[in-house]
């Protein structure tokens, strides 16, 4: 069977199997992880536990800074390295490390520490404009459609950019070499791309998008988020929603 079509019975199954996307998530949780990294796989593991929890998104984004010490990360993609480095601009820090977990945009933690990440969904949940803003999700025909509420009268953030992931929600691999070496790991709901689909400014707004840009091998999930700030200069998230594709 072609590529062409294993992608289109891929796009076929999404329309078919879409589940109603979870709604008002208390967190996103991104964790910054990588193969390479022999202190990352309970974290890949809490990351695992925390995928399960309809009241969070949980997303795994493989570094590539780690490539050098002998195993290249299969999942690594450099954008994310680039997100993670720009995270702590904005805080003003340096702290980029593996395993890192970013919760709502703002607060940084061990991502193994699944006491200081629950801490930290409570820390940003104290300012209001976190995961404030409702985001729906849903399929007509072979598109996503992307709903973004209103900003409330009284929300002290009205802008922000909108961006929608495609994920694997679980990728195990068997590590050649380097720290976890003959170890096979699974990574959870793994980031496979991002495409961003424009600005909030407050207003209620939508966008379509073709299925055939989010759905292709591998891709079995979606997550579309607002958040403050933007690309290079990531503020806290605003509101998030995720569905599963088959």
Not at 43 to 54: E, M
Not at 113 to 137: F, H, K, N, W, Y
Not at 213 to 218: H, Q
């Amino acid at each position: 069977m072609s590529w062409w079509s294993r992608a289109a019975l891929s796009v076929c199954a999404v329309i078919a199997f879409v589940r109603p996307a979870a709604s008002d998530p208390r967190a996103v949780i991104e964790l910054f992880t990588s193969q390479g990294c022999s202190s990352c796989p309970p974290a890949d593991k809490v990351l695992g536990d925390l995928a399960r929890d309809p009241s969070v998104i949980a997303l795994s984004l493989p570094i590539d800074y780690w490539d050098y010490l002998g195993w290249k990360d299969t999942l690594a993609d450099s954008r994310f390295t680039a997100r993670q480095r720009a995270y702590s601009r904005v805080r003003g820090d340096r702290e980029v490390y593996t395993p890192q977990a970013v919760v709502n945009g703002s607060v940084h933690v061990i991502g193994s520490d699944r006491e200081a990440i629950e801490g930290a969904i409570e820390e940003t949940a104290q300012g209001g404009a976190a995961m404030s803003v409702p985001v729906r999700l849903s399929i007509e025909g072979q598109e996503l459609t992307v709903s973004i509420a209103a900003a409330d009268e009284h929300m002290p953030r009205r802008h922000g950019e909108v961006w929608v992931c495609s994920i694997s929600r679980a990728v195990p691999i068997q590590v050649g070499r380097g720290e976890n070496s003959g170890r096979e790991l699974t990574y959870y709901n793994v980031v496979r791309n991002l495409l961003k689909l424009g600005d909030w400014t407050g207003a209620s707004t939508s966008w379509s998008v073709p299925l055939e840009k989010i759905a292709k091998e591998g891709v079995d999930g979606a997550v579309v988020y607002v958040q403050d700030g933007s690309r290079d200069r990531p503020g806290p998230m605003l509101g998030a929603a995720y569905s599963e594709l088959h």
